[in-house]
């Protein structure tokens, strides 16, 4: 995707090989920084402190932060311990631990010597997967909106509104939710875009709405609450968010506020589609609402609010009264019978236990027998 024009990825690497770069999100939407990623525990905390985020973007980061961690110490213990480490960064998404898993795979067999250069190799690997995963979710993606612009609303306006940001600057390139509105903007299709503000942190405000600002997407940035009264007025032709986890039998959690719109447009008959990778599939889970861990952040991502000021500051200013208890789930779970469809690389697949089952048959005998993976 684009920024001032440039094609750009969310993570690469410098001129010498070795270091890891990343688009700083914090700094979003007034300021562009990146930040250098050098040791395992500055990718670490790239991931704690959501200098990056999103399940795909999160993914790549952790393989390369293995990788960064070979730079200084090869042995098993330090494999171990940079596997341990970066685990716990973030609960929720299961793409962290698949991309581990992938690492220690790629490294745990493997001679010393071998291991930096192997690991610097699958890293790479899982970043340029996750950018072709990603452009085939939004062909299939496709698909769903020109039948839109095409049957039910020739010659009008295509409105898709979404939650959070499952754009580019979740993933390595191109968005989950996102790719397939990036791909009918280029095509020419009139596409315009409902960006939820998506509190606390205001992703869908900060980084959706800048991501398509930058690739020149018509959009509007609306109120986490105006997504309902939207859907009631026809002015909603579908719905298309991310996930940081997908269970077995098609229960979907993402950001906070997921759900609230899932039965909005349940109740108002609007299709609501979840685009997501496959290693967002998590095969051994089977409930999500017992069985996901939701993370909870810091009270202060509710009670304060970071912006710009009229003359150009950029200040954090506090809007809960001090001594007030604060909550702060960071995602919520979306039931299965909620979901139309779920876009994946291998086309739009039922939220149902066996057409996941069919479309992933690799990944779901995996899960069902771990073995069969050593």
């Known amino acids: 995707m684009k920024v001032d024009g440039k094609p750009t990825r969310t993570i690469w690497l410098e001129a010498d090989g070795l270091t890891v770069v990343v688009i700083d999100q914090t700094a979003l939407p007034h300021r562009f920084a990146t930040v250098q990623l050098a040791t395992l525990d500055e990718a670490a905390r790239a991931i704690r402190s959501m200098i990056i985020r999103g399940a795909p973007l999160i993914g790549a980061t952790a393989a390369y932060g293995m990788a960064l961690a070979m730079r200084d110490d090869a042995s098993d213990e330090a494999l171990e311990r940079a596997y341990a480490v970066l685990l716990e960064t973030r609960p929720t998404a299961i793409n962290l631990k698949w991309a581990l898993d992938e690492m220690l795979a790629a490294l745990r067999n493997r001679p010393r010597a071998e291991r930096l250069a192997a690991a610097y190799a699958r890293a790479a690997e899982i970043a340029d997967e996750d ?68 509190r606390p942190r205001n992703q869908g405000a900060s980084l959706t709405a800048w991501e398509l600002g930058q690739h020149g997407v018509p959009h509007t940035v609306i109120p986490d609450n105006t997504g309902g009264h939207l859907m009631q007025h026809g002015m909603v032709d579908l719905v298309i968010v991310g996930t940081d986890r997908v269970t077995a039998n098609g229960d979907v959690c993402n950001k906070i506020g997921t759900y609230l719109k899932a039965l909005a447009a349940k109740d108002n008959g609007v299709p609501f589609y979840v685009a997501l990778p496959s290693p ?54 979306t039931p299965a019978r909620l979901v139309t469809g779920l876009i994946t690389e291998r086309g739009i697949v039922a939220p149902t236990r066996a057409d996941l089952a069919a479309a992933f048959p690799e990944r779901s005998n995996v899960a069902a027998n771990p073995r069969a993976a050593e």
């Open 131 to 198: 950018v072709e995963i990603n452009a085939a979710i939004g062909r299939h993606g496709l698909a769903l909106i020109d039948k839109i612009a095409a049957t039910k609303k020739p010659g009008e306006r295509v409105n898709v509104l979404t939650h959070c940001n499952a754009g580019w600057l979740a993933t390595v390139d191109w968005g989950t939710a996102t790719a397939p509105i990036y791909m009918a903007h280029d095509k020419g299709v009139n596409i315009h875009v409902f960006a939820d503000e998506t």
């Open 280 to 333: 967002t599939i998590d095969f051994t889970l089977s409930d999500g609402l017992a069985e996901i861990p939701i993370e909870q952040r810091a009270a202060e991502e509710v009670a304060t609010m970071t912006g710009l000021t009229a003359d150009g500051r950029i200040e954090t200013v506090r809007v809960v009264p001090k001594g007030s208890a604060v909550a702060n789930y960071g995602f919520d779970v």
